[in-house]
């Protein structure tokens, strides 16, 4: 079964740092996202991106945040310059032009940020 | 009001228990509904859409009430590998598709 992947598993970095997290979606979707989550809270959307441009975004998703699509598989997301309060669990997840629009999500990403 | 309200739990049962979970959303014009579970430090599983006719899928069956803006999610034959955090999603209409998420219940299914 075709399964969103993500690397790496957990990245530690130092306050004011750059991040890349990578993702492959799903080969056949076209639709990308980016979520995240603090630990013990909700689920919170920070982007999405289709026909390489972004389609919506949240407040979360500020000047310090950026995504791209480099090649044909990998979806990245940059935080510039991180933050303590960047440390989150953050979820890729990418759906098909079905009409339900199910997305299915990575294994995610631990950002800790010391 | 929270975009979308769930109770959080937790929900202990026995096995073999019916559960039931609610959920409540804000947004009047949301378009599409989803339940997900979430293990431990785990991503998101989708579980099932919710249609509008409810819909089931082996044990689960799932309710959306549209003019309440209310979606339920019934366990019945519950098993020890139940036990996670229930998620109610919401996507709302138009072209957008970011989903908004509930915070979830926690069920703990005990032998």
């Known amino acids: 079964e075709p399964e969103v992947t993500q690397t790496p598993s957990h990245q530690v970095t130092q306050m004011g740092q750059e991040v890349i997290l990578r993702c492959v979606p799903i080969?056949?979707?076209?639709?990308f996202y980016w979520y995240r989550q603090i630990l013990g809270q909700k689920v919170e959307f920070l982007v999405s991106?289709?026909?390489?441009?972004?389609?919506?975004k949240s407040e979360i998703f500020d000047d310090q945040f950026s995504v791209e699509r480099p090649d044909g598989s990998n979806f990245t997301l940059k935080i510039r310059s991180t933050k303590l309060e960047d440390s989150a669990m953050y979820f890729c997840?990418?759906?098909?032009?079905?009409?339900?629009?199910?997305?299915?999500f990575g294994p995610g990403t631990r950002l800790t940020v010391t | 009001r929270k975009e979308v309200e769930q109770d959080p739990g937790p929900f202990n049962v026995p096995e073999g228990a019916t559960v039931a979970f609610n959920c409540t959303y804000s947004?009047?014009?949301?378009?599409?509904f989803f339940w997900y579970r979430q293990d431990c430090r785990k991503e998101p599983k989708l579980l099932m859409s919710?249609?509008?006719s409810g819909n089931e899928d082996g044990r689960f069956t799932a309710q959306l009430n549209r003019a309440s803006q209310y979606i339920s999610l019934l366990i019945r034959d519950s098993k020890l590998s139940d036990s996670a955090t229930y998620l109610c999603v919401v996507q709302p209409s138009g072209s957008a598709r970011q989903l908004t998420f509930g915070s979830g219940t926690q069920l703990t299914v005990l032998p």
């Open positions: 997840a990418s759906s098909g032009l079905a009409t339900n629009y199910e997305q299915y």
């Open positions: 080969s056949n979707h076209l639709y």
């Open positions: 947004n009047s014009a949301s378009q599409s």
């Open positions: 919710v249609y509008s």
């Open positions: 991106f289709y026909n390489n441009e972004i389609s919506e």
